[in-house]
């Protein structure tokens, strides 16, 4: 339905809440007619779950009810909308378009699947709100577009609680999943990429957006992320299958997912008697369709042939669902009683033009044989004048092009030009190294009457006929293919499923299997998941930088139910900054289904991403650095469960050192009385005193040699913490400080850390029994989790029981 939108969005989306804070939200996308349903609770007043939606959907249109004053000084969703996406359009409906009862009729007769698969049928009282949302923006799309949607056609999904992992739209920005924060890297030429750009390799549109969508919200399913990653074990291993699959995916048309919304959605209006000047444009992306569509069907063999002996469920599924579904050969069938054998899909303007015009088989329609003829002389007559441009002004060069916006146009190479260019040229473009004009035999200036005469009309606006010609073939081929088309609908569901298949396709093998096979063999490897075990990383590597840095130091992480805190201590420029955003998109990249940057892996699923990073003032929101960090901390607080990633970056720094000592000491020991984990980065060597009192905090160190007043970073991370003597004044140093400012500051340092020492020595007598009680019931957790056999597992048990003794012994 949206024809030229590329790769920009083509979602609209309604939001409606009510006075308990909950939203609900329904988002349609006009390109590949799915309707995506969400109802939850927000717990921030900044509306930060809707916040990460509006940057999920990236909306052309939001639809909102008539603006209320929002209560709890709680900003309101029509005003986010506003700020988040000022240059969006937005529609402000009726409150009473937003009707829940006739959203669910709606959807039940809209819907692909049954209520029941969507979970929709026995709870939707309660998510009435995304329903309401439903039922404005279907109004909306059938008034504005006029159109009416074919029952049975929409792929629809509800999301009820976020179902996929969570990523707020401060840590996307943080992470860099989508656009990097800055361009370039310093000291170097190579340009840095996002995780999204890193692995957009896909060949068609619908395969790009599946990645994007997959890395906003990566998967919870286990079961899912494992049949993923058979089939990518399956590609790997065989590569008659990988280039066979790569093959394939080519003869299918890059717009093939776009082709949907053609039969989903029906126009109000189709009989000869409106078929106004409008609806020529209406009639050629039609045809357009159908050529598309049988293309797309004429692919369907060579990739039924890949795919049988394939092994992996997801690929044995795709052959069982698409490949042996009769209904594709049938829909293939009525294609070719109509259309000729020989049209096929291009995106070369003239000749797409020439297959639109000679669709339907001749003799179909005797009116259309008229105006195809008519095509034909104009298209000839347009030739022999380029012909006769060539003779008459010694111009053997000259070509005549074609775009669908000018028509015809001539192009001249300068070289060709002897002096001045013949007067007879209009229009004079200079287009680099080549000259485009037109004439006014052929340029577009009038539509002619249908009765001139043959003479003139031989020697005038030819484009103007051309194009006249060509219009009249496409509104009198669509007459034609009005029955076709309403036969192509009864099977609609069919065609949805192939462009879903087609996508997931485009992304597993063009983007994740062909982004493996670049890297170097077993520098990637597959993830093994729990639902509740450790998140353990062996030397695993930042997935976009390691491609520009080659001598990329590896590093793991190990966090668990008996040590769920990491605190990771270093100098400013030793690695951690890089460090958390390595392990945060390597769960990513797990989680959506790709191997990953590490010798092994065994992660616990994340059911939410939670980052503190950066230090930056918030002015549209008029916030300073410090509030800023705050707001950030209350909203991970308020949302954190026992399955969710946090990392930070710094806190406290903005304000007074006692403050932000106490607010992230604080922070960390509410972090660490939950489940889950926890990386911590800070320079606040303070904060080490945790582990002495909480066994189940780990102290980590980025390693670093100090020689001469010089610091040589190792980006090494090691167990414990290391004190690192005056880092802070080597760099002010260095940075032209007075001498005399710099030793004053380093005495004053020293006292304070002589103070600090001694009272973690009392800290760590004082809990020493704990810490070695704890050591071994963290042992005994791995040991939960271990896949040794029995006889090994005794030996591990032995040994712990007697390590434990001698500890306590040595005690005494």
């Given amino acids: 339905m949206e024809e030229d939108a590329g790769e920009r969005s083509s979602f609209v989306v309604g939001f409606i809440e009510n006075r308990a804070k909950e939203v609900g939200v329904a988002a349609f996308d006009l390109r590949s007619a799915s309707l995506h349903l969400s109802q939850y609770i927000e717990t921030s007043s900044s509306y930060q779950n809707t916040k990460t939606l509006l940057q999920f959907y990236e909306p052309m249109v939001i639809i909102v009810s008539p603006n209320k004053l929002a209560e709890d000084g709680m900003v309101g969703v029509s005003q986010l909308a506003d700020r988040v996406c000022p240059s969006t359009k937005k529609v402000i409906m009726a409150r009473g378009c937003f009707d829940d009862t006739r959203g669910a009729v709606l959807v039940k007769g809209l819907a692909a699947k049954e209520l029941s698969a969507l979970g929709l049928d026995s709870y939707y009282k309660q998510y009435y709100l995304c329903l309401a949302a439903a039922a404005a923006t279907i109004k909306w799309i059938e008034a504005e577009k006029g159109v009416i949607i074919t029952n049975h056609s929409l792929m629809v999904t509800f999301n009820g609680s976020f179902d996929h992992m969570n990523i707020d739209s401060t840590s996307v920005q943080n992470l860099e999943i989508i656009e990097p924060m800055h361009s370039s890297l310093l000291g170097s030429n190579n340009k840095k990429r996002s995780l999204f750009h890193m692995l957009k390799t896909t060949r068609t549109i619908g395969g790009t957006r599946l990645l994007r969508a997959n890395l906003l919200q990566p998967l919870k399913d286990i079961e899912t992320i494992n049949t993923r990653l058979d089939c990518l074990d399956e590609l790997m291993s065989n590569e008659q299958l990988f280039f066979g699959l790569s093959q394939a995916l080519r003869k299918f048309p890059k717009e093939t997912d776009r082709v949907l919304c053609h039969f989903c959605f029906k126009p109000k209006r189709v009989t000869n008697d409106v078929l106004a000047s409008d609806n020529g444009r209406r009639s050629q992306i039609m045809i357009s369709s159908i050529i598309l569509l049988k293309t797309a069907l004429d692919a369907l063999p060579l990739l039924s042939k890949v795919l049988k002996e394939a092994k992996s469920c997801l690929l044995g599924n795709v052959y069982k669902t698409v490949c042996e579904n009769e209904k594709y050969t049938s829909i293939r069938k009525r294609i070719g009683e109509v259309i000729d054998d020989d049209v096929l899909h291009t995106r070369v303007p003239f000749v797409a033009r020439t297959q639109q015009c000679f669709a339907v088989k001749a003799g179909a329609d005797g009116l259309l044989d008229m105006a195809r003829r008519s095509f034909c002389d104009t298209s000839e007559a347009i030739h022999s004048l380029a012909n006769k441009y060539r003779q008459d002004f010694k111009l053997p060069n000259l070509k005549i092009p074609f775009n669908n916006r000018q028509g015809f146009y001539f192009s001249i190479s300068q070289k060709d030009i002897q002096g001045k260019l013949p007067g007879k040229f209009i229009q004079v473009v200079k287009h680099g190294n080549n000259i485009h004009c037109s004439s006014l035999e052929l340029a577009s200036v009038a539509i002619l009457s249908l009765l001139i005469d043959a003479v003139v009309f031989l020697h005038s606006q030819l484009n103007v006929r051309n194009k006249s010609a060509a219009k009249e073939c496409w509104l009198r081929t669509a007459l034609c293919l009005e029955a076709l088309m309403d036969a192509i609908r009864e099977d609609v569901s069919v065609l949805t499923v192939l462009s879903e298949v087609l996508c997931l396709l485009?992304?597993?093998?063009?983007?994740?299997?062909?982004?493996?096979?670049?890297?170097?063999?077993?520098?990637?490897?597959?993830?093994?998941?729990?639902?509740?075990?450790?998140?353990?990383?062996?030397?695993?590597?930042?997935?976009?930088?390691?491609?520009?840095?080659?001598?990329?130091?590896?590093?793991?992480?190990?966090?668990?139910?008996?040590?769920?805190?990491?605190?990771?201590?270093?100098?400013?420029?030793?690695?951690?900054?890089?460090?958390?955003?390595?392990?945060?998109?390597?769960?990513?990249?797990?989680?959506?289904?790709?191997?990953?940057?590490?010798?092994?892996?065994?992660?616990?699923?994340v059911d939410r991403i939670f980052t503190r990073m950066g230090t930056m003032d918030s002015l549209e929101s008029n916030s300073s650095t410090f509030m800023t960090e705050m707001t950030e901390m209350a909203f991970i607080m308020q949302n954190v469960s026992h399955r969710s990633l946090i990392v930070m970056d710094e806190l406290g720094r903005a304000t007074s050192s006692s403050d932000g000592f106490a607010i992230a000491w604080s922070c960390c020991e509410h972090l660490l009385a939950l489940k889950a984990y926890s990386i911590f980065a800070t320079h606040m060597e303070s904060l080490s005193a945790l582990s002495t009192m909480y066994p189940n905090v780990k102290i980590l160190h980025f390693d670093v040699d100090v020689k001469n007043n010089r610091m040589d970073f190792k980006f090494q991370l090691k167990d414990g913490s290391r004190h690192v003597p005056h880092y802070g004044l080597m760099l002010a140093g260095v940075a032209g400080l007075p001498s005399s400012v710099v030793e004053t500051a380093k005495r004053i340092t020293s006292r304070i850390t002589e103070k600090e020492m001694k009272r973690m020595e009392v800290n760590c007598r004082q809990y020493e029994d704990v810490q070695l009680t704890y050591r071994v019931a963290q042992r005994l957790m791995c040991l939960k989790y271990s896949d040794q056999d029995e006889d090994s597992l005794r030996e591990a048990l032995q040994n712990l029981k007697e390590s434990y003794v001698g500890g306590k012994a040595l005690d005494k």
């Fill in 506 to 605: 485009d992304m597993m093998v063009n983007s994740f299997a062909h982004t493996i096979s670049t890297k170097p063999v077993d520098r990637y490897t597959r993830a093994r998941f729990t639902c509740d075990g450790p998140l353990a990383i062996d030397s695993g590597r930042h997935p976009i930088l390691e491609s520009i840095h080659n001598d990329f130091i590896p590093n793991g992480i190990f966090l668990s139910e008996a040590s769920n805190v990491a605190i990771v201590m270093g100098p400013n420029m030793s690695g951690k900054s890089t460090y958390l955003q390595q392990v945060c998109l390597i769960v990513i990249l797990a989680q959506i289904g790709c191997y990953i940057p590490a010798r092994f892996a065994t992660l616990k699923v």
